[in-house]
């Protein structure tokens, strides 16, 4: 379906641009087309396992590799390339891949040359090393190769998401998941003549896969890719390549606004900007309005749900909600025994339809928890429907932190802490923050008797363990923490602010101190 979606655009545009990036790589449909199938001969020659890896950053490179594993009949499974290598071993080893589409990366990025070499499989294509002008040519010699048959249930994309406990879990997106989700996207925001996609969201998250590469190239668009998101350089691109549609986090809108020279006359082609993977501060949307005279269009997804549910449309923006629902798919929203609740009334967000997910990869249980026999997905977020099926996001019931837009989970850090041979307990919340970040973690420990430690110390080991954006901001040491009447630790009782904003509501707060950096 996704490859005989891209084949149709290039029947329709073969010599129009199609995608295009910062290394200076352009490519029209029918190049496009052309390199992917030379990659899917690659992959057929290299590996029967039925996932293929990807280790490269959003680009055309990662563009022709993507449709270059579907068209070899395999799922891929794109890596995200900030993780350290012992997080990217446990992804690798639960998808049993034994093959990885990547690079040989430039100096600015070398340390991620050691990761490539530390991933545990037999084969590594190396983008830079095929001769790929030698083996394009060579391919005129041969016909093109069929579209596979692929059946609406096959998975296409395995994409990684982490687990409470911090273990990945790999979501399954069909080929009808991603195929539909697409054009469901393109449906909702209906964009209008000649369009110019921004690629400057991650291809490894499915936020940026969807919209950012099945969108435009199901649209039969122009897509320029960034493999790094620099505030200035982002308003340039939008005035130099006249983009006319942007996906992006909210925390991004947020950098480009602080950019000192910029203008309305930079974002004068710009017809849709949708902020997605992280709630829109109302403040804001109010600024971006100020500035330059055009709304900040919000929706919500998840990976579990190929990503997008809903989305706000130029022609119909209701700002403080999510927007509208889209076509063929439910949303309602639940008590926490999963019972349904009238329109307008706060619960938990379930979705059904055909964006949500065929499960997690060899996990039927954690599947099972999330998915019931009806197949509504429980999304662990908390929102409300509208009578006219308009969903506004009220909160997380699950406990997830997302700093520029990348899924933190707490457990993930609690459990590195507690790792330390100082700390007996931990618990970890979100501190919300300015600038591009959007929330950071804060961290609270109990020391086991006659321990000692520091702030820092604890976040130097952290940095050990971590990736540096999932360390805390601070670590505060406390003699207790909050405690319901079970014992639980009561995380709403916690303060980032510290011992004087910290309480626990059931008795008296927990004596704190704290040391920062």
């Given at each position: ?8 655009s ?43 890896g ?15 594993v579907?068209?070899a ?8 390339l ?5 997080e ?7 998808a ?20 490539v070499?530390?991933l545990p ?30 059946a609406p ?7 990684y ?30 964009p ?17 896969l ?10 039969g ?34 950098a ?31 600024a971006?309005l100020?500035?330059?005279g ?8 998840l990976?579990e749900?190929?990503p997008?549910v ?15 629902i ?6 309602r ?14 619960g ?10 065929k499960?997690?990869?060899n ?61 007996a ?23 086991k ?7 820092a110390?604890?976040?130097d080991?952290c ?12 670590v ?7 405690r319901g009447p ?13 011992p ?14 704290a040391?920062?950096?």
């Amino acid at each position: 379906m996704l490859v005989e979606s891209l084949l149709a655009s290039a029947d329709k545009f073969p010599e129009k641009l199609a995608v295009a990036d910062m290394l200076g790589m352009e490519m029209t449909y029918s190049r496009l087309v052309r390199i992917a199938s030379v990659m899917k001969r690659v992959v057929e020659a290299q590996t029967n396992c039925p996932r293929v890896g990807i280790f490269l950053p959003s680009s055309a490179g990662f563009a022709v590799s993507y449709y270059g594993v579907l068209w070899a009949g395999r799922a891929a499974v794109p890596l995200n390339l900030l993780l350290r290598p012992e997080e990217l071993q446990k992804i690798v080893e639960d998808a049993g891949l034994d093959t990885v589409i990547t690079l040989r990366f430039p100096e600015d990025v070398a340390h991620l040359n050691e990761t490539v070499r530390q991933l545990p499989v037999q084969n590594k294509i190396i983008l830079n090393d095929l001769g790929l002008k030698r083996r394009v040519i060579f391919s005129y010699l041969r016909p093109q190769p069929r579209s596979p048959r692929a059946a609406p249930d096959d998975v296409a994309t395995l994409l990684y998401t982490s687990g409470t406990s911090g273990d990945p879990k790999g979501v399954m997106l069909t080929q009808e998941n991603l195929d539909r989700n697409a054009r469901g996207a393109i449906e909702l925001e209906d964009p209008k003549g000649e369009q110019h996609f921004l690629g400057v969201l991650p291809l490894f998250h499915s936020f940026g896969l969807t919209t950012m590469l099945l969108v435009p190239l199901t649209l039969g668009a122009e897509v320029f890719f960034m493999p790094r998101f620099i505030p200035s350089a982002v308003v340039r691109v939008i005035e130099q390549r006249r983009i006319t549609m942007i996906y992006a986090i909210a925390s991004m809108y947020s950098a480009m606004l602080r950019v000192k020279n910029a203008r309305p006359d930079h974002f004068k082609s710009v017809q849709c900007a949708v902020s997605g993977g992280e709630a829109l501060p109302p403040a804001l949307y109010e600024a971006w309005l100020e500035k330059f005279g055009f709304p900040l269009l919000e929706g919500y997804g998840l990976t579990e749900t190929s990503p997008v549910v809903c989305a706000n449309r130029p022609w119909d923006n209701r700002p403080g909600t999510a927007g509208q629902i889209m076509e063929g798919v439910e949303v309602r929203t639940v008590e926490d025994d999963r019972s349904p609740l009238p329109p307008g009334q706060i619960g938990e967000i379930a979705v059904r339809g055909h964006c949500v997910m065929k499960g997690y990869y060899n996990k039927p249980k954690e599947t099972a928890e999330v998915i019931d026999d009806q197949g509504w997905f429980y999304t662990g977020d908390m929102g409300r429907v509208s009578e006219d099926n308009y969903l506004a996001i009220t909160g997380r019931k699950k406990e997830m932190i997302i700093v520029s837009g990348e899924n933190i989970y707490p457990r993930e850090i609690e459990t590195i802490l507690e790792k330390h041979p100082a700390v007996a307990e931990s618990a970890v919340i979100a501190e919300k923050v300015g600038g591009t970040r959007g929330e950071v973690p804060v961290g609270f420990v109990v020391l086991k008797e006659g321990q000692t430690v520091t702030d820092a110390e604890l976040r130097d080991h952290c940095r050990e363990h971590l990736p540096q954006y999932k360390v805390p901001k601070k670590v505060w040491i406390a003699e207790d923490l909050p405690r319901g009447p079970t014992g639980k630790i009561l995380k709403r009782a916690l303060d980032p602010g510290g011992p004087e904003k910290s309480g626990e509501s059931l008795g008296t707060p927990p004596k704190i101190s704290a040391a920062e950096e």
